[in-house]
């Protein structure tokens, strides 16, 4: 201060005694000071106030996107805020222009602060004894929303002020109005535009009415209290206020302004999309990144949900169904639909049944023909015998109990005919079936017998959707993708490597016969065939009705079940699971890639023009009613312990856990297969004594099948 006072001795003996030039003096020292004051003043609030506080804003909603960036589903944040990112191009411009209009009109001309809105929202003040309008820009509600102080004192104000100008002095003015557009609160837990626009008219903000518009400018006013889906008045006086002032700017007319008058607002919140919401939830609980781009197309995705939910409504109460479509080439996902609602508890539709693992039916008999076809067993053309027939003490029957005589192995396919199956099985061996699968990269086990052929293994949706995916390829498998790096477009098939596998699933050849043979499959009713080659199964008791096909460019697989595995009579893959399918390759679209034409290597040939060797299927383990098996007889097979319609008691152990029962097996040819109300359970292959631990009491089927395919199955009761 000394050092002041005698600069201003010094300059007040260098003045003039003219009294007007001293005082001109005075008044630049005066400026001085002042300007050396507010800089100071200035730096010393950035210093209390500190940086902006980006950090509390910075976590927004995670969201799944299709691959050409449409939402599928967005997650809150981990308060539990829908916050979803936003940008300047992604917002109907008409709604920024009345925002601007009604909340600041001057924003692309201020620094911050509008002074004089500020000295107006004074003046009208002390005029009226209450506050007409309010002097704080966008950017100073942005900097309230980031500090998130009262904004009733004074002191806030200032605190605003000054945090204003610091972002403005960092940010460019589009920045800050995304940032306002992202974290301006709209009622409840919805904060942006885009949230509320979603939430409020189930649409994103791309393309708005103006009296939508009008209302999303309306609701950060007072959030609370004008939030829609509470059916207040409020709201809409509110609205029509925004209206009647940006008319008046000129934003739009008078005659748009009392139309939009008119539209009603809708009281009720719209549920946040959920587009393929049990694979968006699998994906991002195994992921960090805040934008999932998936290889999903959300059109086709949102139209075979619709389509899977009304077909389960139709089939019977509490079924459900999965659907997966795949571009084989590629191996890309398009749709996944992982149950009939995501959100319909009656038909637990939380579960995502693409990953339930249940029993195939008939849905492997291609692969079985296919493995024959390439061994040189048989040719489509060839003739095998539909007739009782014994393996050991298996006897297969058909699924309705009759023989159809000599048939071919085309007709004993598209018919899905359970004895030839077997038999063809019997000729490859089971054994070079699973080490077939396995090899060719796919992680699910195929037990070593020849109830295979009929579903006893127990594979899910997504299992057997790879396995017709390389069967579409000429027998090549692909790994399925589900994910889109980003940047990354539709990936060309020249740049999609096969699955890491020591060899094919099956041969060109064999999968073209097996599709040819496909395609002329008998279609459900209403459908037309020819252009899909598609298999049906059905898994013992009417638990599973499954459905796999594919054209020369998709694959498209359905499964269609009760979660809980309960039987349900009639529940057939051909009357119930196939008409899906078909629904959903109308749902691709009419254009469909033709399937592949034969190899230069195909034999076009009747049964009576085949080489001798493929005429006759030749038999190999078995043997026709009336004569004596080949195969060696093996004591019967039967559960021994718990005996059939037995009650047992759950006991506990220490900690209130059950304790796991046990199950003993007597006679049979190792290794077994068990199941449980028909689903596999893990338990060591070659052991005659399993135990189980059960999940609560009720009715409960267990079965064990055999080296040699015998079943025997038991139901206890447990209390």
Known sequence: MKRIAST???VRQMLPASRGLRWTVYAFAAMFVLMVGALATYRIAMVVLGPPPFASVAENSRLVVDRDGRLLRPFTTSAGIWRLPVKLADIDPRYIKMLLAYEDKRYY??????FRAMLRAVWQLISNGYGVSGGSTLTMQTARLLDKRPTRSYIAKIGQVFRAWQLESMMSKEKILELYMRIAPFGGNIEGARAASLAYFGKEPKRLTIAEA?????LPQSPERRRPDRG???????????LDRVAAAGVISQAEADYAKMQPVLTRRHSFPALAAHLSERLAAASDDDVLRLTLKARLQQGIETIARRHAIEVGPKLSVAVMVVEHRTGEVLAHVGSAGYFDNDRNGPIDMTQAVRSPGSALKPFIYGLGFEAGLAHPETLIEDRPTHFGRYAPKNFDNSYRGTVTVRQALQHSLNIPAVKMLAAINPARLSSRIRHAGFKFEVPRNLAV???GVGLRLEDLTGLYVALARGGEPVALRYRLKPGEGSAHPDDIAPTSSEQPLLSPLASWYVGNILRGAPPPPHAKGGGVAFKTGTSYGFRDAWAAGFDGRYVVTVWIGRPDATPTPGLMGLTEAAPLLFDVFAQIGPNRVALPPA???ALFASSASLPPPLRHFREVGTARAG???TTSVRPPMRIAFPPDRAELEIAHELDGSPTPIAFQVEGGALPFTWLVNGEPLKAPPHRRQVFWTPNGAGFVQ???IDAEGRVDRITVRLR
């Open 109 to 114: 001309e201020h620094s911050g602060v509008d």
């Open 627 to 629: 004569q004596f098996s």
């Open 8 to 10: 201003i001795d010094r």
């Open 599 to 601: 190899p230069g290597d």
């Open 702 to 704: 267990f079965s064990v």
């Open 453 to 455: 052929a009929l579903g």
């Open 232 to 242: 207040h008045d409020i709201t809409r006086i509110a609205r029509n206020q925004v």
């Open 214 to 218: 009008a209302l999303l400018v309306s």
